[in-house]
């Protein structure tokens, strides 16, 4: 059917097993996962000068300034919710 049963997979470990023997194929297997645990600990050392690399970068800059605005001239806006057939409340600048 194209795929592998579990008898497929039991035949071909037991054919590595004769073809390497138990100690062969256990130290192979110890050296594998040696090499994983070497990669993982590579990946987490890059991630981690990366970081250090970032954290240099961001102390060295000023700090950045937000352009000023002459917020004084601006009125607040009024964000207070109300009904939708009420009357604004007027204006501090218009008649009465």
């Not at 592998?4 to 110890?30: C, D, K, Y």
Request: charged share 35%; proline share 9%; hydrophobic share 35%.
């Amino acid at each position: 059917m194209g795929g592998l049963s579990i008898w497929h997979i039991l035949i071909l470990a037991i054919f590595v097993l004769i073809l390497f023997g138990g100690n062969r194929f256990s130290s192979m297997m110890g050296d594998v996962a040696k090499g994983i645990k070497s990669f993982k600990q590579g990946m987490a050392d890059d991630e981690e000068e990366g970081r250090r690399k970032y954290d240099e970068q961001r102390r060295a800059e000023p700090p950045r300034q937000l352009p000023r605005d002459d917020a004084a001239s601006r009125e607040p806006i009024d964000v207070t919710p109300r009904r939708e057939d009420a009357a604004p409340p007027p204006r501090d600048d218009e008649p009465r």
